[in-house]
């Protein structure tokens, strides 16, 4: 479920002005996909290669990547709970909050090493573990609350890292002023172009509905009604991408009318 490299070039572009196949091949393929983001060893020897080949420019679009792949994996689980709130719960499916969860997990997200460069305290982190993600899953939590103990011990004494500070303030700062842009993108990229996550939603959500139905007493729906959901759930990814496009254009006109006379 992550954006592809194209999606990665256009808002690399956007964002820092740059972008690089190799930086991209790096994060993916060299030490395993996405290695980096949460294995600090790995993470300190790929920030030293890219900003002894590419310099500042080059250490913002690897951060970026990263970035955009957790982006990008936070909003399809936020777009699934939200169409599960609306579907078990009736609850209204509301883009705006979609958007400010995105948002706000980006910020402190405990799935990337990164996160460590910019929070003060790695308890912080912590809590954001146990405040997002299941709470069942203990034993889990605890051995990443470990990682990330461990890591941040590494991170802390790292020469390079006001460097990585800046580069991540830099990507966020991006990313922020253009979320409904972004947004729009990898909806598009990794929800609307690929079935297979659809699938992956529409399955979990259907799990939940067996589950919600056997626990009331209920009869479970048939397959027929499965066809039903899943052109429902591509319909609801479809309004959001129809929001996100409006918030995109709104952005333009903002920035137009910002624009000095000439």
Not at 4 to 24: K, N, P
Not at 30 to 36: L, N, W
Not at 103 to 110: G, N, T, Y
Request: charged share 30%; aromatic share 10%.
């Amino acid at each position: 479920m992550m954006p592809s490299w194209a999606t990665h070039r256009v808002i690399g572009e956007l964002i820092c002005g740059f972008h690089a196949h190799q930086i991209d091949r790096l994060v993916d393929q060299t030490f395993g996909h996405d290695a980096s983001r949460y294995d600090a060893d790995i993470l300190i020897e790929v920030v030293e290669s890219v900003y002894a080949d590419y310099g500042e420019k080059g250490l913002c679009y690897f951060v970026l990547h990263h970035y955009l792949d957790r982006l990008a994996d936070i909003l399809v689980g936020e777009a699934a709970e939200a169409y599960e709130r609306r579907i078990l719960m009736g609850a209204r499916s509301d883009y705006a909050e979609i958007k400010e969860a995105v948002s706000r997990r980006l910020v402190c997200d405990p799935k990337n090493l990164l996160t460590l460069f910019i929070v003060d305290d790695p308890k912080k982190v912590s809590l954001a573990l146990r405040v997002f993600y299941d709470r069942k899953k203990r034993r889990r939590i605890k051995a990443w609350e470990d990682k990330l103990q461990a890591a941040y011990s590494k991170l802390a004494k790292y020469e390079r890292k006001e460097i990585v500070r800046l580069a991540i303030k830099r990507v966020l700062e991006g990313i922020y002023e253009h979320l409904d842009y972004v947004i729009y993108l990898v909806l598009i990229d990794v929800i609307a172009d690929k079935p297979a996550t659809v699938s992956k939603i529409v399955n979990c959500i259907w799990m939940k509905i067996a589950s919600y139905t056997y626990h009331r007493g209920l009869k479970m729906s048939t397959s027929v009604e499965k066809t039903k959901l899943i052109d429902d759930v591509v319909e609801f990814i479809e309004f959001l991408i129809r929001q996100a496009q409006e918030g995109m254009e709104k952005e333009i006109e903002q920035s137009n009318d910002n624009q000095p006379l000439a």
